[in-house]
């Protein structure tokens, strides 16, 4: 019914063709007067874009305009900015002449994350951040993970080497809080869980980081922070390959392509990444490590079709397998626990995903979107057992299809709207969620209903209001034959929850090369409860996780442009958080519940400075992050959940956090050095959980450093240093990371 829905509110909209002219023509030079190739190039209407190019070797583009109507020509390219210009649309071709870019440590960028549609980055009232993949390639980077460190409010933690557990703690929150999105396509977990450290950087065009809850936006699991990756398609036909090999045992092996060709477009790309880890290493105690290899295939691709009028056709389908050892939690022991390294748990991963869609304009106002997508996980698990010298083998599974429709409303000039509906189907299978009969599927059910207004006043203020009403469906449950946890059949249960979320930003001052932008926002979150949580309760009627946030910022270029400053100030509140009551028989009836509590609030800052001397571009970015959380009292209770205190911090969350990249580019050759590093933590035992106590973590810092060079047009020899100073640190209590590692590889680039 979902997909029937959407595809006829999609042809619904067929009710006249969009009138378009053109095209619209010019050329983009740099500051020294020369074409800059594989520039973006858009074109904006009402604050959102209508139509966008990519400038060919010689500079230049070509967009079909609308035949009447005033428009804004904009550029996007890291490092650099240029002044929008105001074109009227005509019957006739027009050619705008050479738009120079100049060095900025502002690069404009279209995103589509921050709002319903894509706006520009300058518009944004939310705390937004952009990673480029001109950056990742630069820096060498081969995970999304790794490039998440450099984000202000994100704090990043690995348990060993590569591909092992990754997670991510949005501004407080918890590691279920961050909803991923590649090529619009949810990829988390039933109930939010996200594993960070498969997440390959292969591939892509950037990186979009949208702190706060946005589930006004994107609804369940939205409630801390949306990571989006876009990937490479379109633009000039280009194709890379890369082979990199280093220490632990380390290879890469990577190719991509991307392009377009008459209204045609695609992109997509494939990684084998296999690392030994720790293997054959000594433990502090003199155990050789075993059991710490990690190897991951991964393939995937896009394509579709777009017309001149702006009507699309897109598809895209992915594909990846992971294997990864799990020897344990081999370093810091404070309570002698640990007995040794585990040489027989492995696990491994398959997980698929695709979706369809279809943009079609309807006259000049409208514009209808549909979309379906799909994505699942498959997990399986070896570990030892307890009782015999056997192996115990578990299975896992997650399924999610979701239908989407939307259509955007160009009202008058400074006000559009978005309005739409999604349906959500998702599923969660385990081997230890099972009665006599096999495992209990637990299936859920969303219908979003969503509205957003944008509008923009003088060029200098821009307001997003949005809300969402989210029905979740549970569809009843069986009963569990677990003999430590018994339950009995649920019943079928509803909740309806209204999120809405405000944001608005104003240039003060709009001086190019010398900006002041002050922004704020406000908005709520929802996590409905993940498998286990419903599974091990016994409570019919267990809630959604929820968080209420409240932001505030200003942007402030400084030197012409060449320097940018950051802050902001933000408060989180998490409410109705899923704990075992245990003690708390006096709060509630139930074996979990509602019941919990915490709270989150900080500032971020970053600096960023670009310049070019004598032919040298060179780049800092400094980035720091004050986090101040608390956990606070269960619901009519005095104390928090055992074994923690009221007042103590969250778990992992460090109160002080701070990233520097440094990087000089000169003609065929580009040096860079990136750092990073926390403060102590609070952690639990390594092997036991909260079960064998809570300690103090040390903080650390690292640093990496690299340099590549091109030995020819289409050839480039690159080599780094990671953990340069070869530091002993952990950033999971109990798990070390790897020692000082190099690694050295070829780049084969060609493109048209």
């Known amino acids: 019914m979902a997909l029937r829905s959407s595809c006829l509110f999609v042809l619904s909209t067929l009710i006249a063709a969009s009138a378009f002219a ?90 589509v994350s921050a709002a319903q549609v894509e706006i520009p980055l300058s518009q944004a009232s939310s705390s937004v951040t952009v990673i480029p993949g001109s950056e990742l ?14 984000v202000p409010g994100l704090t990043v933690a690995r348990n060993g080497g590569y591909g092992s557990l990754t997670a991510v703690f949005p501004r407080g929150g918890e590691s279920n809080y961050t909803l991923v999105f590649v090529d619009g396509i949810q990829v988390n977990a039933f109930g939010g869980g996200f594993d960070f450290s498969h997440l390959s950087a292969n591939a892509i065009d950037r990186i979009e980081v949208v702190r706060g809850p946005q589930s006004a936006l994107y609804g369940s699991n939205a409630i801390g922070a949306v990571v989006r990756i876009v990937t490479r398609q379109a633009g000039p036909p280009r194709g890379d390959a890369i082979l990199e090999t280093g220490s632990f045992g380390t290879t890469r092996l990577a190719a991509s392509s991307s392009g377009s060709s008459q209204g045609w477009f695609w992109g997509g790309g494939a990684e084998r990444f296999a690392s030994d880890g720790f293997n054959g290493r000594a433990t502090s105690a003199g155990e050789e490590i075993r059991n710490d290899r990690y190897m991951r295939n991964e393939a995937g691709g896009s394509g579709g079709w777009r017309s001149a009028a702006g009507a699309s056709v897109r598809g895209e389908l992915r ?41 079609i304009p309807s006259g000049r106002r409208v514009r209808a979107h549909g979309t379906v997508a799909w994505n699942g996980i ?48 998702e599923e969660v299978t385990s081997t230890y969620i099972t009665d006599n009969s096999g495992p209990i599927p637990v299936k859920r059910s969303v219908a979003g209903y969503f509205g957003e207004a944008r509008w923009s006043a003088a060029g200098r203020l821009f307001v997003t209001g949005g809300l969402r009403i989210e029905d979740i469906h549970r569809d009843p449950v069986g009963p569990l034959s677990d003999p430590y946890s018994p339950r009995p059949a649920m019943a ?16 003060l001052r709009a001086v190019p090369g010398s900006q002041t932008k002050v922004r704020a926002a406000a908005g709520t979150g929802i996590r409905p409860p993940d498998g286990f949580d419903i599974a091990y309760t016994d409570n019919p009627s267990l809630k959604p996780e929820r968080s209420r946030s409240v932001e505030a910022g200003v942007d402030q270029t400084l030197g012409g442009g060449r320097a940018l400053v950051e ?87 460090p109160r002080r956090q701070w990233s520097v990249d440094l990087s000089a580019a000169h003609g065929r050759w580009n040096a860079w050095a990136r750092g990073g590093g926390r403060g102590r933590v609070l952690a639990v035992e390594p092997t036991y959980g909260t079960y064998g106590g809570l300690f103090t973590a040390a903080g650390y810092s690292v640093w990496n450093a690299g340099a590549s060079w ?43």
Request: proline fraction near 4%.
């Open 137 to 150: 390639e630069a820096r060498q980077v081969h995970s999304v993970a790794d490039a998440l460190r450099a």
């Open 22 to 111: 053109g095209p619209l023509t010019g050329r983009v030079i740099d500051p020294d007067g020369h074409a800059v190739p594989g520039a973006q190039v858009f074109l904006l209407r009402g604050g959102s874009s209508i139509a966008s190019s990519v400038t060919n070797a010689r500079g230049e583009f070509a967009i079909d305009a609308p035949d009447s109507g005033r428009c804004e020509v904009r550029v996007a390219l890291d490092g650099f900015r240029a002044d929008a210009v105001t074109v009227d649309g005509s019957a006739e071709p027009h050619d705008i002449g050479a738009v120079k870019l100049t060095v900025s440590a502002f690069s404009e960028s279209l995103v």
């Open 378 to 425: 498959d997990g399986t698990f070896v570990a030892p057992s307890f009782y015999s010298t056997d192996e115990v083998v578990s299975h896992s599974g997650s399924r999610r299809v979701t239908a989407r429709a939307q259509a955007d409303i160009a009202v008058r000039q400074g006000l559009d709207v978005s309005t739409g509906v999604e349906f959500e189907r």
């Open 710 to 752: 091109k030995i020819a047009r289409r050839l480039e020899l690159f080599g780094r240093v990671e953990n340069l100073f070869d530091r002993r640190y952990e950033e999971v209590f109990g798990f070390p990371a790897l020692g000082r590692g190099a690694m050295a590889g070829i780049r084969i680039a060609a493109s048209r």
């Open 492 to 507: 079928a249960d509803d909740v309806v929850a209204v999120n809405p979320r405000i944001g608005a930003s104003y240039y």
């Open 567 to 653: 802050a902001t100030w933000f408060s989180n509140r998490f409410d109705d958080l899923i704990v075992a009551v245990g003690r708390f028989v006096e709060s509630s009836r139930y074996r979990t519940d509602n019941i919990s509590n915490a709270r989150a609030k900080g500032v971020e800052l970053a600096t960023t400075l670009r310049q070019r001397a004598r032919g040298v571009d060179v780049q800092a970015r400094v980035a720091y992050t004050f986090l101040d959380t608390e956990i606070l009292a269960v619901d009519d209770a005095g104390s928090a959940p055992d074994p923690f205190e009221a007042g103590q911090p969250l778990l992992q969350r």
């Open 319 to 359: 594909f990846e397998h992971d294997d990864r050892g799990f020897p344990g939690a081999f370093g810091s022991n404070p309570a002698g626990i640990f007995s040794g390294i585990d040489t027989v748990s492995r696990g491994t991963d398959d997980r698929w995903s695709g979706s369809i869609g279809a943009t």
